[in-house]
């Protein structure tokens, strides 16, 4: 007889939960999950090469368990007067918002987000046994700094989690709303700016809100627009007592020594890495406009995807993309898709794609 997960003494709160389950299929066009699709510059891939050799090298030894060089280099990045102290990384963003949620949810304790936003965010709550609350949002899926002043209020959570650019919307998230948000709760403010590098270079991020907010806790990844998801890299900056929290909970080398050669070295080409960055913004503002034109409703977007309304059947439409050798995400928003913007070609085969779907439905 098979066994299933149903036979199996599994936590009470884990039966009947579902994995994160973005499909990972071999396709033409992938642009279902964000990534940044650019590859990266050849002479920056031989560099990162020969620092992993470098450190393959020394690799019977355990890694710095405190990863003290790429903290210095994500500091030095992020800019905004933040030190080493202040940095902590992980294998992803999503470990690091795992590591948080150990140190200060967990069973008894509870964290607000708001839907619709990234899957991972509850899913790591459950993992951690910390109760997963959800706000409300505004028209168009804002979050002006009433309505998350009286959400907080309203549930007060231990946690509470915003997400600018938002996934998987791409809307943005004012710092208002933020220094709202962070008044409002006694607890922990988690920002996830995971696709930060994307939004109008004009728009400050919540890393200026952090002088004097000790509960401010500001999550990015080198998966976006560093275009380094391979390599397993998120981090965050907040005060040096958060960092304190986290050490608590991480496991030892959780960060192995040739993820830190590999990150340091695409560090020292942040310029090059980040190129590819205009791009991409030329590419989802062109999603956005021939979206429009096609009669879609593409929502206004901070990040390097465009989520579209007016569809009549997402999962047909998803459905013919793939056929044609394109995936794009079915989020199971009513009448919605996803797309990340992908290079000019790719964006392209889209485009002509869903225009061809369109005229033949
Ligand atoms: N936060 C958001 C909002 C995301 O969309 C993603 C990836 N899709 C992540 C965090 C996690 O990214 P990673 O673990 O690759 O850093």
Redesign the pocket.
Known sequence: MEITLDDLPIRDDLRGQSPYG?PQKKVRVALN??ENTHPIPEDVARDIVESVAAAVLEINRYPDREFTALREALAGYLGHGITAEQIWAA???????QQILQAFGGPGRSILGFPP??S??SIIAKGTGTEWVEGRRDEGFQISPETVRAEIERTKTDIVIL?GP???TGTPLYLETIEAAYDATPGILLV????AEFMPADQPSALTLLEGRPRLLV??????AFAF?GA???YLAANPAVIDALRLVRLPYHLSSLTQAAAVAALRHADEMLAMVDDIKLQRDRIVDTLAELGYQPWPTWSNFVLFGGVDDPHDVFEKLLERGIIVRDLAIPGHLRVSAGTEAETTAFLEALRDIKLAS
């Open positions: 973005a999950v964000n294998n992803g963003s999503n470990e690091v918002i936003t990234y991972m965010h997400c938002n996934n998987p996830d700016e995971a696709y999550s990015r990844t080198m998966s976006k998801a397993r890299v998120g």
